[in-house]
């Protein structure tokens, strides 16, 4: 009787077709036995292991080829684990997302003069609570080392980076700065002066572009983010904002303050979606973060409660989907990219969004529903702060003032109507001329002017022009916009520049050019004060200050130096120029014994260059010039100095900030509105480039810019702007010259900026004529 399949492999052959001969028989049959049992023990093995995978790996196994890619990188930047099974990109073999985690590394001195390693405490603190990172490269960013920074292959350990008892808050907010001093240091070109592609830059050039629109939309002020964007080479093409009126769920104890922002290359067509981190004046921010308990999302289990609430706040709000989701289709690739919390948002999206999920997985689906898109032909969007459609401005005939949507351009305030200087005219008091050693209003004919004080940061305002009796400009009145960006005050001799707080301050030239004069003097060439050490020379440990000059003996122990074989050595003792590590996370020159490897080098520009670091000896002080000072190490500013008093005057003749604050970056100067209480005071406001008068009359009052809101009722009868619904308390009737609500049948009414809804009576105070004044201005 012949076996079954199943049965012992004794009969594991048809012996009908084996040879007569028995040995040879009996040999085959023992080799048939022999493949029969490995192939037994193959699939024993091979079932014992598949058993032992989770449904979680199973899945990733799927042919890669069947996937489609969402989110070809990502990018985050001191960033919390946000799920506790490891988040992997799974249109990829490696499991792997591309792009880069970075987060920051200095140091503090630690027992035996060995300096122990303190971490950005963000980065780490999830891992408290099991919570892992996305499985992609990670970049360790020191702080106090400019040329270490090297990238990890691709690994998600929980305990990158480690914890310590520090608590370097500090090093949170880095990220930006500090990769710019990393590609200063290695003389790299910035991406904002390339203007390049994500494929034309390497990765710590892209992972510094990816960090600056991941800061630049902490800033309140949507037009001072699209303004930025242009500079760096790149157009904000959306902007959404969570702020539900209600928590949205039950359970929340405050509502959702959130931003997030898509920019496109206008060659490439590729997009960066960056998410906001968590913002100090955001309360909802920090109980969020704090939220650990796990929920679902999208398939995944064991996701960090919090972060899924932040980032299904943001996609299920009605700007996310009118501003960007719409937009997305059309970019050629997309990056994801986040600061803080926006980072494990942007972990959250990206890994959601490259996931296969089954027909049967319903909650996952309709997570996935919210990140996923269907690509079109990639497209150049239009810039979100510009006119979607052709629109008209609507001046009032009582007031001259135009209908303005209030909140359009600055996300913190509330977006409401108003009646508003229009836009030729508000943005005529941001034109100026530099000519003749004068800045003159272009609205005014007004001079930018030096208030008479006895105080340094003598205030700036604008008066009539005038000149010195022998015709020159007058003296408080001269200025001169310098090649670094100053605008330098003629008024005294002191050299004293123009601030962001329209007041004179020190101008602040590099304190870290140095002069070696011709008997050993290390003379700071902007305070003219000498290198100096602050006690005994021949001391250990010593540190360094800047002092008056001393000539003769008296400055051979502390003011005499000789720069040579790398070394700085003083002609007072056999010790030699060092660097130690204080508490403060300050690398400070001390005096220490003379080492054998190069230490210094003083550049052909008069930087004074510490080899190891690739930092510049530096006077504490914006700028440092006084005498006693400390002195220590910092950045080189070699290429730039990092200040918020820098200016550009563009073609058409707006005083742009282009300065170090980034709340007041890309802003410009203004001059008063006419028939203000003062006419003579100047500011720092937002940029007019565009403007929040612009309307669409087709049956609704609808703004042209963003997502288009329309002018609706409010539940008191008041005016505010929505999103679009075709509700009738929605919907306008132009007739004439008067603008009639359909819902109450009232007419908008100005009195002076206030509007409201009154009975139509015919009077100038409800009239409203149209203008085209579409003229806008590029940077």
């Given at each position: 009787?012949?076996?079954?399949?199943?049965?012992?492999?004794?009969?594991?052959?048809?012996?009908?077709?084996?040879?007569?001969?028995?040995?040879?028989?009996?040999?085959?049959?023992?080799?048939?036995?022999?493949?029969?049992?490995?192939?037994?023990?193959?699939?024993?093995?091979?079932?014992?292991?598949?058993?032992?995978?989770?449904?979680?790996?199973l899945r990733s196994l799927v042919p890669v080829a069947q996937r489609v890619r969402v989110v070809e990188e990502l990018y985050t930047f001191g960033t919390p684990g946000s799920a506790k099974d490891l988040l992997s990109d799974r249109t990829r073999e490696d499991g792997c997302f591309r792009g880069l985690r970075v987060?920051?590394?200095?140091?503090?001195?630690?027992?035996?003069?060995?300096?122990?390693?303190?971490?950005?405490?963000?980065?780490?603190?999830?891992?408290?609570?099991?919570?892992?990172?996305?499985?992609?490269?990670?970049?360790?960013?020191?702080?106090?080392?400019?040329?270490?920074?090297?990238?990890?292959?691709?690994?998600?350990?929980?305990?990158?980076?480690?914890?310590?008892?520090?608590?370097?808050?500090?090093?949170?907010?880095?990220?930006?700065?500090?990769?710019?001093?990393?590609?200063?240091?290695?003389?790299?070109?910035?991406?904002?002066?390339?203007?390049?592609?994500?494929?034309?830059?390497?990765?710590?050039?892209?992972?510094?572009?990816?960090?600056?629109?991941?800061?630049?939309?902490?800033?309140?002020?949507?037009?001072?983010?699209?303004?930025?964007?242009?500079?760096?080479?790149?157009?904000?093409?959306?902007?959404?904002?969570?702020?539900?009126?209600?928590?949205?769920?039950?359970?929340?104890?405050?509502?959702?303050?959130?931003?997030?922002?898509?920019?496109?290359?206008?060659?490439?067509?590729?997009?960066?979606?960056?998410?906001?981190?968590?913002?100090?004046?955001?309360?909802?921010?920090?109980?969020?973060?704090?939220?650990?308990?796990?929920?679902?999302?999208?398939?995944?289990?064991?996701?960090?409660?919090?972060?899924?609430?932040?980032?299904?706040?943001?996609?299920?709000?009605?700007?996310?989907?009118?501003?960007?989701?719409?937009?997305?289709?059309?970019?050629?690739?997309?990056?994801?990219?986040?600061?803080?919390?926006?980072?494990?948002?942007?972990?959250?999206?990206?890994?959601?969004?490259?996931?296969?999920?089954?027909?049967?997985?319903?909650?996952?689906?309709?997570?996935?529903?919210?990140?996923?898109?269907?690509?079109?032909?990639?497209?150049?969007?239009?810039?979100?702060?510009?006119?979607?459609?052709?629109?008209?401005?609507?001046?009032?005939?009582?007031?001259?003032?135009?209908?303005?949507?209030?909140?359009?351009?600055?996300?913190?305030?509330?977006?409401?109507?108003?009646?508003?200087?229009?836009?030729?005219?508000?943005?005529?008091?941001?034109?100026?001329?530099?000519?003749?050693?004068?800045?003159?209003?272009?609205?005014?004919?007004?001079?930018?002017?030096?208030?008479?004080?006895?105080?340094?940061?003598?205030?700036?305002?604008?008066?009539?022009?005038?000149?010195?009796?022998?015709?020159?400009?007058?003296?408080?009145?001269?200025?001169?916009?310098?090649?670094?960006?100053?605008?330098?005050?003629?008024?005294?001799?002191?050299?004293?520049?123009?601030?962001?707080?329209?007041?004179?301050?020190?101008?602040?030239?590099?304190?870290?050019?140095?002069?070696?004069?011709?008997?050993?003097?290390?003379?700071?060439?902007?305070?003219?004060?000498?290198?100096?050490?602050?006690?005994?020379?021949?001391?250990?440990?010593?540190?360094?200050?800047?002092?008056?000059?001393?000539?003769?003996?008296?400055?051979?122990?502390?003011?005499?130096?000789?720069?040579?074989?790398?070394?700085?050595?003083?002609?007072?003792?056999?010790?030699?120029?060092?660097?130690?590590?204080?508490?403060?996370?300050?690398?400070?020159?001390?005096?220490?014994?003379?080492?054998?490897?190069?230490?210094?080098?003083?550049?052909?520009?008069?930087?004074?260059?510490?080899?190891?670091?690739?930092?510049?000896?530096?006077?504490?002080?914006?700028?440092?010039?006084?005498?006693?000072?400390?002195?220590?190490?910092?950045?080189?500013?070699?290429?730039?100095?990092?200040?918020?008093?820098?200016?550009?005057?563009?073609?058409?003749?707006?005083?742009?900030?282009?300065?170090?604050?980034?709340?007041?970056?890309?802003?410009?100067?203004?001059?008063?509105?006419?028939?203000?209480?003062?006419?003579?005071?100047?500011?720092?406001?937002?940029?007019?480039?565009?403007?929040?008068?612009?309307?669409?009359?087709?049956?609704?009052?609808?703004?042209?810019?963003?997502?288009?809101?329309?002018?609706?009722?409010?539940?008191?009868?008041?005016?505010?702007?929505?999103?679009?619904?075709?509700?009738?308390?929605?919907?306008?009737?132009?007739?004439?010259?008067?603008?009639?609500?359909?819902?109450?049948?009232?007419?908008?009414?100005?009195?002076?900026?206030?509007?409201?809804?009154?009975?139509?009576?015919?009077?100038?105070?409800?009239?409203?004529?149209?203008?085209?004044?579409?003229?806008?201005?590029?940077?």
């Amino acid at each position: 009787m012949r076996s079954s399949s199943g049965d012992t492999c004794e009969d594991s052959e048809d012996h009908s077709l084996l040879p007569r001969l028995g040995v040879q028989s009996q040999l085959r049959t023992n080799r048939s036995c022999l493949v029969c049992l490995g192939v037994s023990l193959v699939a024993a093995v091979s079932l014992i292991f598949l058993r032992s995978l989770s449904e979680e790996h199973l899945r990733s196994l799927v042919p890669v080829a069947q996937r489609v890619r969402v989110v070809e990188e990502l990018y985050t930047f001191g960033t919390p684990g946000s799920a506790k099974d490891l988040l992997s990109d799974r249109t990829r073999e490696d499991g792997c997302f591309r792009g880069l985690r970075v987060y920051m590394r200095s140091a503090r001195p630690g027992w035996g003069d060995v300096d122990v390693p303190v971490y950005d405490p963000v980065a780490w603190i999830t891992q408290q609570f099991s919570y892992r990172h996305a499985r992609m490269r990670f970049l360790e960013l020191p702080e106090l080392n400019l040329y270490q920074h090297s990238i990890s292959p691709c690994s998600a350990p929980i305990e990158d980076p480690p914890s310590d008892t520090f608590w370097w808050i500090e090093g949170h907010s880095s990220y930006e700065a500090a990769l710019k001093h990393h590609l200063q240091a290695t003389d790299q070109e910035l991406p904002q002066d390339l203007k390049a592609t994500t494929s034309q830059l390497n990765d710590l050039q892209k992972a510094y572009l990816m960090s600056h629109f991941t800061f630049v939309i902490y800033d309140p002020q949507m037009a001072t983010v699209h303004a930025d964007a242009i500079q760096w080479g790149w157009t904000l093409v959306g902007y959404a904002e969570s702020l539900p009126g209600e928590p949205r769920v039950s359970n929340s104890i405050v509502t959702f303050h959130d931003h997030a922002a898509l920019f496109q290359h206008p060659r490439s067509l590729e997009c960066v979606l960056a998410f906001e981190g968590s913002d100090r004046e955001d309360v909802s921010d920090w109980v969020y973060d704090v939220e650990i308990a796990t929920v679902d999302f999208c398939g995944f289990t064991n996701v960090h409660r919090g972060f899924k609430e932040k980032l299904m706040a943001m996609l299920e709000s009605d700007d996310f989907d009118q501003a960007i989701r719409v937009r997305l289709p059309y970019c050629s690739k997309l990056i994801a990219a986040g600061h803080s919390m926006g980072g494990s948002q942007a972990e959250l999206f990206s890994a959601c969004a490259n996931r296969h999920l089954k027909e049967n997985e319903e909650a996952a689906l309709r997570d996935q529903q919210l990140v996923k898109f269907e690509t079109k032909k990639p497209t150049a969007l239009k810039p979100y702060l510009s006119e979607q459609v052709p629109g008209i401005f609507l001046r009032n005939r009582l007031s001259n003032l135009c209908l303005d949507a209030v909140g359009l351009l600055d996300p913190a305030e509330v977006k409401s109507l108003q009646a508003g200087l229009c836009h030729d005219q508000r943005q005529v008091r941001q034109h100026w001329k530099v000519e003749d050693g004068r800045v003159i209003s272009e609205l005014a004919g007004l001079c930018l002017t030096v208030q008479e004080s006895e105080h340094e940061d003598a205030t700036v305002i604008q008066t009539p022009c005038q000149s010195e009796a022998d015709g020159r400009v007058a003296r408080n009145q001269s200025w001169q916009l310098t090649a670094q960006g100053f605008l330098l005050s003629r008024s005294t001799d002191a050299d004293r520049c123009l601030n962001t707080n329209m007041k004179l301050y020190r101008c602040p030239y590099s304190d870290q050019v140095w002069d070696l004069s011709a008997d050993g003097h290390l003379v700071n060439r902007l305070s003219g004060l000498c290198l100096d050490v602050a006690g005994a020379a021949s001391v250990q440990g010593t540190s360094l200050q800047v002092q008056n000059c001393r000539a003769g003996h008296d400055s051979f122990t502390s003011q005499r130096w000789q720069v040579a074989d790398g070394q700085v050595r003083s002609l007072g003792s056999d010790l030699c120029l060092a660097v130690r590590t204080s508490q403060q996370g300050l690398l400070q020159l001390i005096m220490a014994a003379c080492s054998q490897e190069v230490q210094w080098e003083l550049l052909p520009l008069g930087f004074l260059q510490h080899r190891p670091t690739g930092m510049c000896v530096n006077v504490d002080g914006s700028p440092g010039q006084d005498a006693g000072t400390s002195v220590d190490l910092a950045p080189c500013e070699l290429k730039e100095i990092e200040t918020p008093g820098l200016w550009k005057l563009t073609p058409e003749g707006f005083l742009l900030n282009k300065g170090s604050d980034w709340l007041q970056v890309n802003k410009c100067i203004s001059s008063a509105e006419p028939g203000s209480q003062d006419a003579s005071s100047v500011s720092l406001e937002l940029c007019e480039f565009q403007s929040a008068q612009s309307w669409d009359l087709r049956s609704t009052l609808r703004s042209t810019l963003g997502s288009q809101k329309c002018v609706a009722l409010s539940e008191d009868n008041g005016l505010k702007l929505q999103t679009c619904d075709k509700s009738l308390k929605q919907q306008w009737r132009f007739s004439g010259q008067w603008i009639r609500n359909q819902q109450t049948g009232d007419c908008l009414t100005a009195k002076e900026a206030d509007l409201s809804l009154s009975p139509c009576d015919a009077s100038v105070a409800q009239q409203w004529e149209q203008l085209d004044l579409r003229k806008t201005t590029e940077l």
